[in-house]
């Protein structure tokens, strides 16, 4: 990115300003949309500012693992596409696809708030996989949050095939059977610039940032996953801060999908 | 049994329920979306722009690269998964070709033109839906044009010729299907992309290909309204803004 930017978003947050007139903790306007993907068992289009993001529950039945021969099989996919963004190029994920699927996937593993052992259909030989990839549409900033938003409300949106006489799922045949959803896991980023600390970063602020910090949270306030981005480092004392920031602005989020 | 009554009731030559928008993705250069039934196209141009490697850089004409795929959970079975495969390879070139005649390639020497094209759902029809989502966008992005592609399947069911099978009159079971995906430029009929899966005499295959010009009509109008709706957004913009530029300056 442009230096001058870089240099002109440094100088406006020493004064508390974004460029977009937004405060340090306040996210862009948030609209949620579920359902959007009939060839889809769950889906969602969660809009925020510019960024846009289509998430879609696909589940298929397959073999379990042979060391949990009674859970099924939760698994998020990112797939940040050149459509979206200039930067991104066509070919095999590069690394913040990986990233950004893998910090979302831990959210929501980690939450435990899909029961494993509910996707089970006979042990040992049949299980529920159910997919979740998110593609941004067009990407300015906070893939991970917003990606992870669009995630969850397509899960709370999925509806479980029925099985055909052959154990195969018949798609054409939705039953009203939801997932299983016993919390509602939310993943916040805060990123450092400076002395600052920011929510919902724009593109432009995420590629000016000194570190950032992902943090999924629960309802009852329990983190259930982290993860530290970005070349610089961060005090204990700063982490706290993040955090706490992180679990308040996460509950806002929270509501959006409830 | 002939197929004289579309499982969904509607006319031999009636499309399903199409909608066209234009610069709906902001950060591409331009963006065209194209809805019909359940088929869904997003596309993005980006560029003109630098082509790597430069080895590739053709200094006569600029280069149109399509890129068509499929979004994971936009297939009526499993899970699509990632990654280019053979047909969708073969679908980005096929809209390569589809697009090429009306664009003015030599306006841009060295450079590429990328076209993005992602599905987000599909039932039948999803390369003519990325032709036509790709030619909206390409306008969208002010590139030099000398008509627009619109693009729609025809196709012959059990002996009936019919425009834009859904994924079940393709997969009909009762009868022989042909599926005939066609672009075409609007103005002078020229057809840019025919491909052909099924067993048909050339009569029927003649009757069917002569539904694709009312249809793609039909389609490129909802294209240009696209393209008009989004100048008045613009405009709409700027006189909220205070004016153009050109009228500050006066």
Not at chain 1, 200 to 211: F, G, I, L, V, Y
Not at chain 2, 5 to 23: F, L, Q, S, V, Y
Not at chain 2, 109 to 120: C, G, I, R, S
Request: charged content about 30%; glycine content about 8%; hydrophobic content about 40%.
């Amino acid at each position: 990115m442009n230096d001058a930017v870089k240099e002109h978003i440094n100088q406006s947050l020493k004064k508390g300003v974004r460029l977009d007139g937004r405060a340090l903790d306040e996210f862009r306007k948030i609209s949620i949309e579920t359902g959007v993907v009939a060839t889809a068992e769950g889906s969602a289009r969660v809009m925020c500012g510019e960024t846009e993001i289509i998430a879609g529950v696909k589940m298929e039945v397959g073999k379990p693992f042979p060391d949990r021969p009674d859970s099924g099989v939760l698994m998020v996919n990112a797939e940040l596409r050149p459509l979206s963004n200039p930067d991104f190029e066509a070919g095999p994920p590069d690394i913040e696809s990986i990233e950004t699927a893998r910090v979302i996937d831990r959210g929501i593993r980690e939450s435990k708030a899909i029961d494993e052992k509910s996707l089970c259909i006979k042990e040992g030989e049949s299980v529920w996989m159910a997919n979740v990839d998110v593609c941004p549409l067009n990407h300015d900033g906070n893939l991970i949050d917003i990606g992870a938003l669009a995630a969850m409300a397509a899960l709370k949106n999925a509806r479980i095939p029925t099985l055909d006489k052959n154990g195969q799922p018949d798609y054409h045949a939705k039953t009203k059977q939801k997932l299983e959803l016993s919390a509602t896991p939310i993943t916040i980023t805060i990123v450092k610039i400076g002395e600052n600390f920011l929510v919902d970063p724009t593109q432009d602020e995420m590629d000016s940032a000194d570190a950032r910090l992902t943090v999924a949270s629960l309802e009852d306030g329990r983190l259930c996953s982290l993860q530290k981005g970005g070349s610089g480092a961060l005090t204990l004392e700063e982490i706290e801060r993040m955090i706490d920031l992180a679990v308040e602005k996460g509950s806002e989020l929270r509501a959006l999908i409830e | 049994m002939a197929y004289n009554k579309r499982h969904d009731n509607r006319k031999p030559d009636e499309t399903r329920p199409i909608i066209a928008k234009a610069g709906i993705i902001p950060k591409a250069d331009g963006s065209g979306y194209f809805k019909i039934g359940n088929t869904e196209a997003y596309a993005a141009v980006y560029g003109p722009r630098e082509l790597h490697p430069r080895s590739k850089q053709d200094p006569k004409q600029g280069l149109l690269r399509c890129l068509y795929n499929m979004m994971p959970f936009s297939g009526q079975g499993n899970r699509v998964r990632p990654g280019p495969g053979r047909r969708s390879k073969e679908i980005s070139m096929v809209m390569e070709n589809a697009l090429r005649p009306v664009l003015d390639l030599e306006a841009y020497p060295n450079a590429v033109v990328d076209v993005f094209v992602e599905l987000p759902q599909t039932d039948a029809g999803s390369r003519c839906a990325a032709i036509t989502a790709a030619a909206i966008a390409l306008a969208d992005a002010g590139l030099k044009m000398r008509d627009m592609v619109a693009a729609v399947a025809v196709g012959v069911v059990d002996d009936a010729q019919v425009v834009d099978l859904d994924y079940e009159e393709e997969a009909w079971k009762e009868g022989e299907v042909a599926d005939i995906p066609v672009a075409m430029v609007p103005s002078t009929g020229e057809i840019t992309l025919l491909q052909m899966d099924g067993k048909v005499e050339k009569e029927q295959l003649l009757a069917a290909l002569a539904l694709a010009r009312p249809a793609i009509e039909r389609i490129a109008e909802a294209q240009r309204a696209a393209i008009r709706q989004r100048y008045e957004d613009v405009m709409t913009q700027v006189v909220a803004n205070g004016g153009s530029k050109a009228a500050d300056e006066e």
